[in-house]
C-alpha cells in the first residue's frame, strides 16, 4: 500500500514543471521577445520623429505618432505579463495592470486609426494604411467590448476580447517573422506586397489568438459560471 501512494506522488522533476507551467514564464518570455521586434521599431522611429524639421510634420500627426509609440510599447510590454496563471489569480495585480492597460490600449488603437485615416504617405502605401485602418479599427471594438465584459463582471468573455485586442496589438512582431520568411528566400516586395504580408501577421495572431480562447473555453469545468471566472 505504501509502495502504491509512494508511485503516485509527484517527482520533484513533475512539482518544477508544474510550477512553471502555473508562473507562465515562458508565455511571457516568449510576448515580450515577439514585442521587442516593433517596440525597437518604435525607438527607432522616435528617433526620426526628433530629428525631422519642424516643418516637415504636423503637429498633430508628430504628437500622434509618439502616443502611438509610447502607448503601444507600454500595452504589449505589461501586457504579456497578464497571461501569467499565477498573476492572474492575484486580484491586485490584475485590476492594478488592468487599468494602465485599457486605456494605453486605447491610445495605441486610436492613434493607429488617427494615422491610417489622415494617411499623407505616398499613394502606393495606401494598401498598407488600408490594412493598418482595419486592424486599428478590430483593436478599438475589441478593447470596448472587453471593457463592456468587465463592467457586466462576465470575466469569461473579458479575457476573450482582451486576448484578441492584445493579439492584434502585438502583429508587428509577427509581421516582422513573416517578412524575413518571405524576403529572405524570395527577396524583396514592392509596396501591394507589404500590404499583403503585413495582412498575414495580423491574421497569423488573430488565428492564435482564437486557438487560445478555445482552449481555455475547453478547460474551463462544466458546473463554472461564465461570470466566475478570471482568465484574463
Not at 29 to 47: D, E, F, I, K, N
Not at 62 to 76: D, E, N, P
Request: glycine residues 10%; proline residues 3%.
Amino acid at each position: 500500500m505504501s509502495q502504491q501512494i509512494k508511485a503516485t506522488r509527484p517527482t520533484a522533476e513533475q512539482k518544477e514543471q508544474r510550477r512553471r507551467s502555473k508562473s507562465g514564464w515562458l508565455a511571457i518570455t516568449g510576448l515580450l521577445l515577439l514585442s521587442a521586434l516593433p517596440v525597437l521599431g518604435g525607438v527607432l522611429r522616435l528617433q526620426e520623429v526628433s530629428g525631422e524639421p519642424a516643418e516637415t510634420l504636423l503637429l498633430a500627426s508628430t504628437v500622434t505618432i509618439v502616443a502611438h509609440i509610447v502607448a503601444m510599447t507600454a500595452y504589449c510590454i505589461l501586457g504579456a505579463f497578464q497571461f501569467s496563471p499565477a498573476l492572474r489569480t492575484r486580484r491586485g495585480w490584475h485590476r492594478t495592470a488592468g487599468r494602465a492597460l485599457i486605456p494605453a490600449g486605447f491610445i495605441a488603437a486610436l492613434s493607429a486609426l488617427w494615422l491610417a485615416v489622415f494617411f499623407g504617405g505616398p499613394s502606393d502605401e495606401l494598401a498598407l494604411a488600408m490594412v493598418r485602418l482595419v486592424f486599428a479599427v478590430a483593436m478599438t471594438l475589441f478593447l470596448v467590448r472587453g471593457v463592456i465584459a468587465i463592467r457586466r463582471r462576465d470575466f469569461v468573455a473579458h479575457g476573450a476580447w482582451m486576448t484578441r485586442a492584445y493579439a492584434t496589438a502585438v502583429s508587428g512582431g509577427t509581421q516582422a517573422l513573416v517578412f524575413a520568411v518571405w524576403t529572405i528566400p524570395l527577396g524583396d516586395v514592392d509596396a501591394f506586397g507589404e500590404a499583403w504580408l503585413v495582412a498575414v501577421g495580423f491574421l497569423i495572431n488573430s488565428a492564435v489568438a482564437e486557438l487560445l480562447i478555445r482552449r481555455r473555453s475547453v478547460r474551463q469545468p462544466g458546473g463554472v459560471s461564465r461570470r466566475g471566472a478570471l482568465v484574463s
